[in-house]
């Protein structure tokens, strides 16, 4: 049986939409065009609260909201030049991250919930680099030591933080009804 978009999810996936908004505002800018943001850990609680599709289509809308020119990207930015720019990738790179971290929050198997998340780190990283290497005519270890690594740390704890708070979350949201979750392990 195909489950139906329920009131509750899209307003769920809305209300994550803004939790991303707002976290990506919390920032500190940088030099290298990379700002030190919370949108990792926004992106990882939202796939791990909602899950992998619902997770996945709450970043692609908060994409869309960026690139038809509503504020929702670090430091107010929007617009499609921010999605094409040198911090663009690992925006791009949400999508994928917000797929396995909402597989990963299924799994009872604490070691292949942690493979999953690392994986969509490295999912979010990856495009991050790529991007970065080629708007600022760079190789991938010089691009990748500028844009990714300095960040591993932050992303790898927010990461660790918003697994943690979501299990509260999804706590408190099954108990309130919001029968559209699944169930906390």
Known sequence: MKKRTTVKSVVMMGMF???LAVMSQLCVPLPSGVPITLQTFAVALT???LGAKT???AVAVYLLLGAVGVPVFANFQSGIGVLLGAAGGFLWG???MAVLCGLAAR?????VCAA???AGLAACHLPGILQFMAVMDMDFVSAAMLASVPYLIKDVISVIAAYAVSLAVRRALNAAGADFLFPCE
Request: proline share 0%.
């Open 116 to 118: 999953l998340s690392a």
């Open 47 to 49: 796939a791990y609260v």
């Open 107 to 111: 799994r009872k198997n604490r070691g």
């Open 94 to 96: 949400f999508l994928i």
């Open 17 to 19: 939409v803004a939790v």
């Open 55 to 57: 997770g996945a289509a």
